[in-house]
């Protein structure tokens, strides 16, 4: 076997610009699907990283009507919905998978949160329990988190995001101020951020509408200082959080379930939902799918274009040495041993040509990146495919040949000029 390939090598740099041309179509044809594999696993990717954020792994349980979230009205709490207990939050956070899970309240308030004559217009309201900000990976940018003592005694506290801490204060400081949600005074102690920081990659107006969301900001209170402002016994959202991405849909679905399964409301449309943000990602994604299966078969068409060649070269390679095949098989060799030499030189020649074409098609991906500034993720996988898919390509379409020169008579070999 390595006399074969000491052989191979020998004789393609024995016949460098034949040997080239003959891995021109396989280069070429590898380097087009992984360039595209590669655009596609970016695109993919960033999608997936617009809707779900970088690493957050968090998803949302929250209470709908039909196909909107419940919005408290005029007719306060909805009959036969429960609060969540400590003992269905433990059964939450034994799903497979989860690693924390967290309860909250939350309001869109148009015209309840001030400082002084400064509204937060249309900023949502969080009544967040003692592992919401871990959960959610946030830190503390200025100023303390929440105590013990803020949720057993009832402190009228807030925290602020970046958003609501410059609308509400306009560059100011605002640890120490008050804020008035529905004219209850709240002190502002801290400022919180998450702890990786996300901006969706926005190219289009088409991935505004997609990717944006609602900036206004968030004001964040102890939850049980909810009732103060609001009402008592209001239904509660859930997040949890899971160790992997490609974990949230099952964790979310499997939440909701242990949610609804307490459920005793009359009203049929009212259901806790998981915010499947991995879904909407995969559904963009198969928008793309048959276009990109379409380019990938078309690239494909060069290795079959690139297999003849080599086909074609190793036929003529036969002819070329046919004496020397006459030689060889006349002092004792097999036919096996001759089949052997030229198989092996057809897979190295394409092996080459397979691993030119991966080089070729990580350089091609990468002037694509930044020329569209398209994102590109270069696959692994399908690099080493590549190149194993070259080399069988070598090893059918230099059957033939290779068959050819084992069945030659090395009488008539010797004699053939």
């Known amino acids: 076997m390595f006399e074969n390939i000491r052989l191979s090598f020998k004789g393609i740099w024995s016949h460098k610009m034949r040997s080239f041309l003959t891995m021109l179509g396989i280069i070429i044809g590898i380097a087009a699907i992984i360039a595209i594999v590669s655009t596609i696993q970016g695109t993919n990717e960033q999608i997936k990283e617009n809707l779900i954020g970088s690493g957050d792994n968090t998803v949302e349980i929250a209470l709908y009507q039909g196909d909107w979230t419940y919005e408290m009205g005029y007719e306060g709490v909805p009959a036969g919905v429960p609060v969540i ?3 269905v939050l433990e059964q939450v956070k034994d799903i ?70 410059d609308a509400l204060f306009q560059g100011e400081d605002p640890l120490g101020k008050t804020v008035e949600i529905r004219k209850e005074p709240f002190v502002v102690v801290g400022v919180v951020a998450k702890s ?4 969706p990659v926005i190219n289009s107006i088409e991935d505004y509408y997609t990717y944006s969301q609602d900036s206004a900001g968030k004001v964040y209170v102890p939850d049980t200082a909810w009732p103060i402002i609001y009402q008592f016994d209001e239904p509660q959202n859930l997040v949890i959080k ?22 005793s409301t009359s009203d049929d449309t009212i259901k806790y939902k998981a915010e499947d943000l991995l879904e909407q ?71 080459m040509g397979g691993i030119l074409g991966v080089v070729s098609g990580i350089v091609l991906a990468e002037i694509i990146s930044k020329v569209s500034e398209m994102p590109v993720a270069i696959s692994v996988p399908a690099a080493i495919g590549s190149v194993i898919f070259s080399m069988l390509i070598g090893i059918v379409f230099g059957m033939l040949p290779s068959y050819k020169a084992a069945n030659l008579n090395p009488i008539e070999a010797l004699r053939r000029e």
């Open 96 to 165: 497979k998978n989860v690693d924390n899970a967290s309860l909250y309240l939350s309001r869109q308030d148009y015209g309840g949160v001030y400082h002084l004559n400064t509204a937060l217009s249309g900023g949502y309201v969080i009544g967040a329990d003692e592992n919401y900000f871990d959960t959610c990976n946030y830190i503390i940018k200025k100023g303390r988190g929440f105590t013990e003592k803020d949720y057993t005694m009832f402190r009228k506290v807030a925290l602020l995001d970046k958003e609501s801490a």
């Open 85 to 87: 207990t400590p003992e």
């Open 196 to 199: 990786k920081q996300f901006e």
């Open 281 to 351: 990602a995969r559904q963009i994604q198969e928008l793309g799918k048959s276009t990109n299966s379409m380019l990938i078969w078309i690239a494909g068409i060069s290795l079959i274009v690139g297999g003849i060649g080599v086909m074609n070269i190793m036929l003529v390679s036969v002819t070329e040495r046919t004496q020397e095949i006459g030689l060889k098989k006349a002092i004792g060799a097999r036919k096996s041993n001759i089949l052997g030499q030229f198989l092996t030189e057809a897979a190295v020649l394409t092996s």
């Open 242 to 263: 899971v160790a992997s991405t490609d974990d949230m849909t099952n964790a979310g679905k499997e939440g909701a379930s242990i949610l609804n399964s307490y459920l």
